[in-house]
């Protein structure tokens, strides 16, 4: 891509040590777009995993003093909506253990707003805006940096890009030439200089390389390409199985704003709907919020889960605990029931076991990604944090130390030439283009640009050597 190169006459001549150099090229390039996003995602990541662990999605952890039985969830429904004036409840979720509040989402003029209830007395303890806080905001700069479909796209090809980086790192700091083992997992304190921040930059990026992976593909499952179009597509439930009536709305239309808050692998999956005799017979009489609770009190549903109230004529109560929403620390407790609004009737019931083994994965994946597993899943992403900004800064900085003060240049890697073809690093591109397509779409749009402007254009050639 420059017009600084290596020749046949340079110490660097033989295949390995241009090998080298162009999985450094490629390392280099891929850092310049990629690390700006890691760090936006790490520490976007690291605001919502201390919100969530301190403060909460809401208000849910506000304390109360238990105080008998709780009240009929239709009382606590009453006062949710009488908080509001005009208001109508859409969605209730259970407290997150006996000291804690209940919480109601009411819906007034297309705006919804959170009510904190004690579950004891039935007093409304407080309002706030639904899914618009803090962390809700971390969330939608963390999903598409607040510009929609175009910033998820460039998140997308961000995180395909890092995987490359990811690849090209791992090949760098591999060791070679009589370096040992030790000088790949321990830094090298005692160097100095650019050699210091080197040693840094590869040991820690050598330890984070695949817990990076796995928040990488587990982020890009919610991308708009890869992650909506292939990877939801191929592994979404068939609604087909429950042999009910179906809506033309998906569960999806149960997220609210850019919050994900339903089982990622329903998203995509249509919706039951009220009103003919189909399903397995549940709750006799009149269906209330107070049968629904009890019913999914004997199905197992215990300690904080959702009750989605029917949205029209023919929607449907939908009782659901799942990782998606952070109702517990088990991710394999997935369940959605949804009970047709007129019969009591259960329409669907999907449990964990039900979902595809990449669903199934993404389940687990979400717990972990949100930091839902323990105290040490905290700890831990804390610290994945905390180091891929290291890496991030510190390949800044080794750009810096490199790079000659009065040089109007990227100082890029040199470019080696005589190079044989490299078949291993061709299938890599040819895979990684393969599975992520924006990746696959940016790897093309920077040969293209090799290949011709760069070709043609004295001055870009200098600029980006």
Same mark, same amino acid.
């Given at each position: 891509?420059?017009?600084?190169?290596?020749?046949?006459?340079?110490?660097?001549?033989?295949?390995?040590?241009?090998?080298?150099?162009?999985? @450094?090229?490629?390392?280099?390039?891929?850092?310049?777009?990629?690390?700006?996003?890691?760090?936006?995602?790490?520490?976007?990541?690291?605001?919502?995993?201390?919100?969530?662990?301190?403060?909460?999605?809401?208000?849910?952890?506000?304390?109360?003093?238990?105080?008998?039985?709780?009240?009929?969830?239709?009382?606590?429904?009453?006062?949710?909506?009488?908080?509001?004036?005009?208001?109508?409840?859409?969605?209730?979720?259970?407290?997150?253990?006996?000291?804690?509040?209940?919480?109601?989402?009411?819906?007034?003029?297309?705006?919804?707003?959170?009510?904190?209830?004690?579950?004891?007395?039935?007093?409304?303890?407080?309002?706030?805006?639904?899914?618009?806080?803090?962390?809700?905001?971390?969330? /939608?700069?963390?999903?598409?940096?607040?510009?929609?479909?175009?910033? /998820?796209?460039?998140?997308?090809?961000?995180?395909?890009?890092?995987?490359?980086?990811?690849?090209?790192?791992?090949?760098?700091?591999?060791?070679?030439?009589?370096?040992?083992?030790?000088?790949?997992?321990?830094?090298?304190?005692?160097?100095?200089?650019?050699?210091? @921040?080197?040693?840094?930059?590869?040991?820690?990026?050598?330890?984070?390389?695949?817990?990076?992976?796995?928040?990488?593909?587990?982020?890009?499952?919610?991308?708009?390409?890869?992650?909506?179009?292939?990877?939801?597509?191929?592994?979404?439930?068939?609604?087909?199985?429950?042999?009910?009536?179906?809506?033309?709305?998906?569960?999806?239309?149960?997220?609210?704003?850019?919050?994900?808050?339903?089982?990622?692998?329903?998203?995509?999956?249509?919706?039951?709907?009220?009103?003919?005799?189909?399903?397995?017979?549940?709750?006799?009489?009149?269906?209330?919020?107070?049968?629904?609770?009890?019913?999914?009190?004997?199905?197992?549903?215990?300690?904080?889960?959702?009750?989605?109230?029917?949205? /029209?004529?023919?929607?449907?109560?939908?009782?659901?605990?799942?990782?998606?929403?952070?109702?517990?620390? /088990?991710?394999?407790?997935?369940?959605?029931?949804?009970?047709?609004?007129?019969?009591?009737?259960?329409?669907?019931?999907?449990?964990?076991?039900?979902?595809?083994?990449?669903?199934?994965?993404?389940?687990?994946?979400?717990?972990?990604?949100?930091?839902?597993?323990?105290?040490?899943?905290?700890?831990?992403?804390?610290?994945?944090?905390?180091?891929?900004?290291?890496?991030?800064?510190?390949?800044?900085?080794?750009?810096?130390?490199?790079?000659?003060?009065?040089?109007?240049?990227?100082?890029?890697?040199?470019?080696?030439?005589?190079?044989?073809?490299?078949?291993?690093?061709?299938?890599?591109?040819?895979?990684?283009?393969?599975?992520?397509?924006?990746?696959?779409?940016?790897?093309?749009?920077?040969?293209?640009?090799?290949?011709?402007?760069?070709?043609?254009?004295?001055?870009?050639?200098?600029?980006?050597?």
């Amino acid at each position: 891509m420059t017009d600084t190169t290596i020749g046949d006459h340079s110490p660097a001549a033989p295949s390995a040590s241009k090998f080298y150099f162009i999985a @450094w090229r490629w390392h280099f390039y891929a850092g310049l777009y990629v690390i700006p996003f890691l760090c936006m995602l790490a520490l976007t990541g690291l605001t919502m995993l201390w919100i969530s662990w301190g403060a909460g999605l809401g208000a849910e952890r506000m304390a109360v003093t238990p105080a008998g039985a709780p009240v009929p969830l239709t009382q606590l429904q009453a006062a949710a909506e009488a908080a509001v004036p005009g208001s109508r409840a859409v969605q209730y979720v259970a407290p997150l253990a006996e000291n804690r509040v209940a919480a109601f989402a009411v819906e007034a003029g297309g705006t919804r707003t959170g009510v904190a209830l004690d579950p004891y007395t039935g007093e409304a303890l407080h309002t706030f805006p639904w899914r618009a806080g803090w962390y809700d905001f971390a969330n /939608d700069i963390h999903g598409s940096l607040l510009l929609g479909s175009f910033g /998820d796209a460039m998140i997308e090809i961000a995180a395909s890009l890092a995987i490359v980086l990811i690849a090209s790192g791992l090949y760098l700091h591999w060791p070679r030439n009589g370096t040992s083992w030790r000088t790949t997992l321990i830094p090298q304190i005692r160097a100095r200089g650019r050699g210091f @921040w080197k040693s840094l930059h590869g040991v820690a990026g050598f330890w984070i390389s695949l817990l990076l992976l796995v928040f990488l593909v587990s982020g890009l499952s919610w991308s708009g390409v890869w992650g909506t179009k292939m990877m939801q597509a191929w592994n979404t439930f068939p609604a087909e199985k429950w042999g009910v009536p179906t809506s033309d709305a998906t569960h999806a239309a149960m997220n609210h704003g850019a919050s994900d808050e339903v089982p990622w692998g329903l998203e995509q999956t249509p919706m039951p709907v009220s009103g003919s005799l189909t399903g397995t017979s549940a709750i006799q009489g009149d269906v209330t919020i107070d049968k629904i609770a009890a019913f999914a009190t004997t199905l197992g549903f215990d300690g904080r889960f959702q009750i989605n109230l029917p949205a /029209d004529e023919t929607g449907v109560w939908t009782v659901s605990h799942d990782s998606m929403s952070n109702d517990g620390p /088990d991710p394999t407790a997935d369940r959605t029931v949804h009970i047709d609004r007129y019969t009591g009737n259960v329409l669907a019931d999907v449990r964990f076991a039900d979902y595809s083994p990449y669903a199934k994965a993404m389940a687990v994946g979400i717990a972990f990604h949100e930091g839902d597993l323990g105290i040490w899943n905290l700890a831990l992403n804390t610290l994945f944090c905390l180091l891929v900004v290291l890496v991030s800064v510190s390949g800044v900085v080794m750009w810096q130390k490199r790079r000659p003060a009065s040089a109007s240049r990227l100082a890029a890697p040199p470019r080696p030439t005589g190079l044989p073809f490299w078949k291993g690093a061709a299938a890599l591109v040819l895979v990684l283009g393969a599975l992520f397509p924006m990746a696959g779409a940016a790897i093309l749009v920077i040969l293209l640009i090799d290949a011709t402007v760069l070709r043609v254009l004295p001055s870009a050639k200098r600029a980006l050597s």
